[in-house]
């Protein structure tokens, strides 16, 4: 069983920046790909970022394409959402997540979910 807990959401203005980190526990980190995804109320969640076990790819929805950048470190158990040129359209909860499978963008694939961090940019 994997433990996963998301920090670094907060308020931030359009255009600025914030760095989301998800510690794990309980697992062996480096066997996992690891997403983020994002939610905003009565919507459904949404796929953000994926990075597979090595770190070695990566792929982003394209509404965060080259403003986001995700990150992994094994040695630490943790994985990073780097989130530059903030939006409004960016307001959400995010949530870290686990998975054996290969890299994938479906989150009915993931397994382990953390409780997630808010971000809200203000206009």
């Known amino acids: 069983q994997v433990q996963l807990v998301e920090t670094g959401g907060g308020l931030v203005q359009a255009g600025g920046s914030l760095r989301l980190s998800c510690a794990a526990s309980?697992?062996?980190?480096?066997?996992?790909?690891m997403g983020w995804f994002r939610q905003i109320p009565g919507k459904e969640r949404e796929f953000v970022a994926a990075?597979?076990?090595?770190?070695?790819?990566?792929i982003y929805a394209d509404s965060v394409k080259g403003r986001f950048t995700i990150s992994r470190d094994n040695a630490k158990n943790t994985v990073a959402l780097q989130m530059n040129s903030l939006k409004p359209e960016d307001t959400a909860g995010y949530y870290c997540?686990?998975?054996?499978?290969?890299?994938?963008?479906?989150?009915?694939?993931?397994?382990?979910w953390g409780q997630g961090t808010q971000v809200t940019v203000s206009s």
């Open positions: 997540a686990a998975t054996t499978r290969y890299l994938t963008n479906q989150n009915d694939r993931y397994n382990y």
């Open positions: 309980g697992g062996i980190f480096s066997s996992y790909t």
């Open positions: 990075i597979s076990w090595n770190g070695g790819s990566k």
